[in-house]
């Protein structure tokens, strides 16, 4: 029986699937499970509340001691999974086991790069804000105070509240303009936006950050077949009776029995889930179906004009006594069958080099047996393998060995019982070569250029893989992985670990350090030695900054690289469940060209938000400014607390909708990585702030002092209690005017000249923007009272209109000054991110009251353990009460809690049995929790707990099945 939720890890064979889902055993106990949920984080908020209560009442007798350690006893610690008895260990430390395949997560998540960047960027700038906030207010009030009351000698009139109140407003006003509340839109419009985006790009993004990291990574490790090639195989070449073949042979030029032997070791050695199948249409190419390297070779078979299938009728997978699965270690499959004159054959396949090291027999000419010296196997891995293998070909050995009852031949083992079939180093040994074959799988027409692209835009590609070296170096060769004037490293896996080990055999960085640089190719490798690989550029400390790797992967032993990667693909189509759920994105397409689209896509997120954060200043910078000085220099802001709300919006709502959605252009990948250390305002998005604040400032007050002379109109500075003045919305569309067409500038960051370029490629940043002058057009026109302003001329609408269009020439002003004359001060955010994370989290710790207060792995017990015997029981009952209808019954003993009652009784330790979701003793020393488990034995002990028996209905009853699934 295989339990929900199970991955095969390898092997086959066949099921009857009774139910799936919430109809399946495991199904009914989760959703029974499930109704405690509520009533469970109910009690633990009761409990946090209590501890709370407690603590508070502590603290004031002054007993720190006792606060400590009751708040230990009484705070439940974040339930990881509800369902189990996981819990995090002290200090923070990650649990070594956990139920299920992913480990609990800790209290606190760690920032990504960015997200470090902007939450420390967003604190900086409200500190600033709310700054100027006070020192507005404090100056508006004190300025009415001195004139009311010191200067005109007034006493306090009720009317002078609503002024008081006004300036309170406006320093509110100060600082939800400074603050940048559509930072973290931004962040999420963009991400979102991406992903939504990447999967139609073949990227199936499982995690966020995934996408972002993407556009710091610096070096590729991918696998090459199905990646960097097409994964669909071909045999073109053969070595048969020492005749090599460059074309399809005939099966009747190959000697009887030999070609017997290769009918059968290919269609038995094979795994029956792989198929070749016919096409739907008859110009296409036969469907493969399965492992595609056994497809090319059944599809050799096919060619050779036999049927593979006859062969498996007559040997069912639930006849084979034995089977050898495929893996990174054996590098072969061996599969051993009943003889039909008694005895048993193997069957082998697998790399030749490897397959021909156990050989010690081989088909000569017309099919003769001769004995297979070294000096022949040398000459056919020079002969025919190493040529082979420089054309790009996959070669596989198929080999034999029989063990028969009687008489034996010279190449077969006399045998008088079984033979201990888990001796596998001498079951499989003193074979009988067949042939060898070099499978063709050529490589993907897209992937070249994908990874010229990827060089130029300063990422190194790597390929690991566990083919032959010369078949690994011809395919990078072809992929332009590797160049003939260039130094570089080939290396295979034995190689490589003999370079990077120590005479103790263990991984040494710097010697790590001095060969990852120049490797290109890792042939013959382990996941092992990809995972060694990944960690030691990870670690290593030789550049500049750290390196941000990608890895790719599709088999289960995959798993630790795939989860040390900064990124982690997983091949959508070749790749196991474990691969999946070990990586941070799906290739639903499993190819190479699909990384360097997600390579864009990460490169655009941090390109939208220097975007956002360009436009964003400005506004930011412009608005605090003018409010302030205003404040000083006619006693209110020129812009009324109503205007900049909608000013506010427009720099963050609907900026964040009309930047954060660019599409990457080609132009991205033209660049270098963006690096973990570079500032996140660089010092040419610094100039681009600067300048238009300085020219935004100019224009509004000039405005304010001047503009009433200049345009004719009434001056609003002595009328500012009266409200509505056209000098003062003249003043406020002038700037909504200069902030839009500043949108343009914004998005180019990297001082190009066209600001017009690709903008119809995104229709949001277009309609947005139709959309924001449509509505200023009805607030300015027909806003009246509501907005505080008053209608304009024509002449006074050019005059704005004039205004903005300038902040477009101006811009291009700002753009001739050269970048590299400025100071490297007016850069924000460079340094190591750590910092950043380091800084946040303590900042975040000062308002957790319970951050140093984890309780122990042994207090959640007595906290949770009553109540999961509780739900434990509850569950039992009614499962059994479901059973009931049905007439005949068997009692069987539960996995759940039965397990642990059976092996209670059975006990004799001096410690009691612990339920098998409970992994809370890991780390507990058996002294000191002995009086601890001494009264949780009691608790357990059959004496005092008694459990219900349930019953499953019998064989007869079972749903009859709908469908038989093969795995």
Known sequence: MV?????????????????????????IIFTLLGAAVDEQEAEIKKMKKEAKKQRKKKSLTGDEENVTGNSHMNSPAPVVNKLDGAAPQEDGKENHVSSGNQAPESHKKEKSVLQAKLTKLAIQIGYAGSTIAVLTVIILMVHFCVTKFVLENKSWESSYAS??????????????????????????????????????????????????????????CSDKTGTLTTNRMTVVQSYICEQLCKTMPKFSDIPAHVGNLILQGIAVNCAYTSRVMQPDEANELPKQVGNKTECALLGFVIGLGKSYQTVRDDYPEESFTRVYTFNSVRKSMSTVIPRKGGGYRLFTKGASEMILNKCAFIFGHDGRLEKFTRDMQERLLKQVIEPMACDGLRTICVAFRDFVPGKAE????????????????????????????????????????????????????????????????????????????????????????????????????????????????????????????????????????????????????????????????????????????????????????????????????YDSIAKFLQFQLTVNVVAVVVAFIGACAVQDSPLKAVQMLWVNLIMDTLASLALATELPTPDLLLRKPYGRTKPLISRTMMKNILGQAIYQLTIIFALLFVGDKVLDIESGRGLIDSGRTQHFT???????????????????????????????????????????????????????????????????????????????????????????????????????????????????????????KKPRAGQILWIRGLTRLQTQLRVIRAFKSTLEDLEERRSVHSLHSLHSLRSSRSHTGPWPPRPLSDITYIDEDPKQSAQKNDDQHRLLSPNTLRLPPYHLPAKSDLPKPVHETRI
């Open 410 to 605: 010279i190449n077969q083992v006399h045998i008088e019982s079984e033979p201990n079939w888990d001796d596998e180093e001498n079951i499989v040994n003193n074979l009988t070569c067949i042939c060898v074959v070099g499978i063709e799988d050529p490589v993907r027409p897209e992937v070249p250029e994908a990874i010229r692209k990827c060089q130029k835009a300063g990422i190194t590609v790597r390929m690991v893989t566990g083919d032959n070296i010369n078949t690994a170096r011809s395919i990078a060769t072809k992929c332009g992985i590797v160049k003939p004037n260039e130094d570089f490293l080939i290396l295979e896996g034995k190689d490589f670990n003999k370079r990077i080990r120590d005479s103790s055999g263990e991984v040494q960085q710097h010697l790590l350090d001095k060969v990852w640089p120049k490797l290109r190719v890792l042939a013959r490798s382990s996941p092992t030695d990809k995972y060694t690989l990944v960690k030691g550029i990870i670690e290593s400390k030789i550049s500049e900054n750290r390196e941000v790797v990608a890895v790719t992967g599709d088999g289960t032993n995959d798993g630790p690289a795939l989860k040390k990667a900064d990124v982690g693909f997983a091949m959508g189509i070749a790749g196991t469940d474990v691969a999946k759920e070990a990586s941070d994105i799906i290739l639903t397409d499993d190819n190479f060209s699909s990384i360097v689209k997600a390579v864009m896509w990460g490169r655009n997120v």
């Open 730 to 852: 003249v003043i406020f569309n002038s700037f909504v005017m200069m902030t839009l067409f500043n949108e343009f500038n914004a998005r180019k960051i990297h001082g190009q000249r066209n600001v017009f370029e690709g903008i119809f490629t995104n229709p949001i940043f277009y309609s947005i923007w139709i959309g924001t002058c449509a509505a200023q057009v009805f607030i300015i026109q027909w806003g009246g009272l509501a907005f505080s302003t008053k209608s304009l001329t024509l002449e006074q609408w050019l005059w704005c209109l004039f205004f903005g269009v300038g902040t477009l020439l101006w811009g291009q002003l700002v753009t001739t000054v050269p970048t590299r004359t400025l100071p490297k001060i007016l850069s924000w955010g460079r340094g190591h991110p750590e910092e950043y994370t380091e800084a946040i989290n303590i900042g975040e710790e000062k308002f957790d009251v319970d951050s140093d």
């Open 163 to 220: 002024n008081l109140v006004r300036h309170l407003i406006i320093g509110v006003t100060v600082l939800v303009v400074a603050v940048p509340e559509g930072l973290p839109l931004a962040v999420t419009l963009s991400l979102a936006y991406s992903v939504k985006k990447m999967m139609k790009d073949n990227n199936l993004v499982r995690h966020l950050d995934a996408c972002e990291t993407m556009g710091n990574a610096t070096a590729i």
């Open 3 to 27: 339990l929900s939720g199970t991955h095969v890890m390898e092997g086959s064979g066949k099921m009857l699937v009774a139910a799936v889902g919430v109809n399946s055993q495991a199904g």
